[in-house]
């Protein structure tokens, strides 16, 4: 196992699992409306995946999404599944060495689909209108993730800065 | 055969997150299967254990202020208890009188809350108690304000509660003044709908729905949420009735679990 590799199961034991603890116990606590709240998991997500590539990204994304499920009362890999995509697609960015605002609009739109994905997913499930989904939760969402990403990429930077 | 493996180590990345999305698909499609069932399990015992931890530890920092709340509280109880004895005295003297006999054949688990369901869409509770094995999947929990939810997996000390605004939740209810049955779920962002009554039903705004008892898992009269609105659809069979949570589910540290004492058991 090369040294690359041992950071990231450092990471993914570390980030990946206070993550998941994080959105049961002190999300909740942040939750606007008592409606729309962010996404810790794929913020920690999209920082692995910009660090450590595709491949790990999406596995993080997929291990990630496999132990939410598991914690609750749906279906096991209705997470895990947007949540593989988006740490494939965050993990391109390292191959492509994309750097500063521009990476921040692909995050926007990594998130936003993978909020996307979920409801879609759910949608099956629920009774309720899909743009409705869309406006009342997807978009905010989108919003409130995606400046809670900015607040964790700024504090924890020197962990997910590329070598 | 190089040809074919050239092929997959060259495009590894996408075979990679092809499989994870088939292997999603077939987890989401298959979730009663033991493999699903196992992981869930082991899953809930390792968090739960770390949360627990967690919880103690966060809940540690507002004692102070929960002390002082709870005295305040245990104040009140005890002039209410002072007022409630003498109709209590009285209650069992007229029971007698009339012959007849209390008996209380459920008993009330208390369990903790350490945590919701991690997902952007709060379905279910993370409760733990050293008590679980007493109960059986699908055991109605509740507050001292209402219904919660019910029990749908439990291992060791765990157990994932799904509660009443869960998209799959669906619990028979009743209307307190008029008796009208109707259908509890939720209604999509932070509150309940009463379905299935017909338009010809009035129902009023301030109307308190209870559990209906018409179903195995919820005993009967537990207090479900209160009506905030009513419309009538001209071009529906059926009003649309928001219902106001009775318990809020934002705010639950500690909850009851429902288990009826079966009646063939020794020592009852």
Redesign the interface.
């Known amino acids: 196992m090369n040294q690359e590799t041992k950071y990231y199961l450092f990471i993914l034991a570390t980030f990946g699992?206070a993550s998941?603890?994080l959105?049961?116990?002190f999300?909740?606590y942040i939750?606007i409306?008592?409606?729309w709240?962010p996404?810790v998991?794929l913020i920690v997500v999209l920082l692995i995946g910009k660090r450590f590539?595709?491949?790990y990204g999406?596995?993080a994304?997929?291990v990630l999404?496999?132990?939410?499920?598991?914690?609750?009362?749906?279906?096991?890999?209705?997470?895990?599944?947007p949540k593989?995509?988006a740490g494939?697609a965050s993990?391109k960015m390292n191959t492509l060495k994309m750097e500063g605002t521009v990476t921040f609009l692909w995050f926007i739109l990594f998130i936003f689909l993978h909020?996307f994905l979920?409801y879609f997913?759910?949608q099956f499930?629920?009774?309720?209108s899909f743009t409705?989904?869309i406006y009342?939760?997807i978009f905010p969402?989108t919003i409130y993730t995606t400046v809670m990403l900015w607040i964790t990429y700024s504090s924890t930077q020197k962990h997910f800065e590329n070598p | 055969m190089t040809p074919i493996l050239n092929f997959i180590s060259h495009y590894?990345?996408a075979f990679?997150?092809t499989l994870?999305?088939i292997?999603?698909?077939?987890?989401?499609?298959s979730?009663d299967t033991p493999l699903?069932e196992g992981?869930?399990s082991s899953?809930?015992t390792i968090?739960g254990t770390?949360?627990e931890q967690?919880?103690d530890a966060?809940s540690y920092f507002g004692l102070e202020e929960e002390n002082r709340a709870l005295r305040k509280e245990n104040t009140r109880l005890a002039y209410e208890n002072h007022q409630l004895q003498d109709a209590l005295l009285e209650n069992i003297r007229l029971k007698k009188l009339l012959q007849f006999e209390y008996k209380v054949n459920y008993e009330l688990i208390p369990a903790k809350v350490?945590?919701?369901?991690?997902?952007?869409?709060?379905?279910?509770l993370?409760l733990s108690t050293e008590e679980l094995h007493k109960i059986e999947k699908n055991a109605a929990v509740m507050t001292s304000e209402g219904l919660v939810g019910k029990i749908?997996?439990i291992s060791g000390d765990y157990a994932?509660c799904?509660i009443m605004l869960?998209?799959?939740s669906r619990v028979s209810g009743k209307v307190q003044r008029n008796r009208q049955l109707g259908m509890i779920?939720w209604d999509?962002?932070?509150g309940l709908l009463l379905d299935h009554i017909p338009n010809t039903v009035e129902i009023l705004v301030g109307d308190v729905i209870f559990s209906s008892g018409y179903s195995q898992i919820y005993p009967a009269n537990l207090k479900i949420g209160v009506v905030n609105s009513v419309e009538t659809n001209t071009n529906d069979l059926f009003k649309t009735i928001y219902v106001t949570p009775a318990v809020n589910f934002?705010k639950l540290e500690e909850v009851f679990i429902y288990n009826p004492i079966k009646t063939d058991e020794p020592g009852n």
Request: a negative charge; glycine letters at 8%.
């Open positions: 699992i998941v603890m959105q049961s116990i999300v909740p939750e409306y008592d409606v709240k996404d998991v590539g595709s491949v999406s596995t994304g997929f999404g496999l132990i939410q499920d598991s914690l609750t009362t749906m279906p096991i890999g209705i997470t895990a599944l593989a995509l494939y993990g909020e979920f997913i759910l499930k629920l009774e309720i409705y989904i009342s939760r969402n | 590894h990345q990679l997150v994870y999305v292997l999603s698909f077939i987890f989401i499609t979730s699903v992981m869930r899953t809930l968090f770390m949360q967690v919880d966060s350490i945590g919701n369901s991690p997902q952007n869409l709060i379905t279910g993370l749908v997996k994932i799904q869960d998209p799959n779920k999509g962002a932070n934002n």
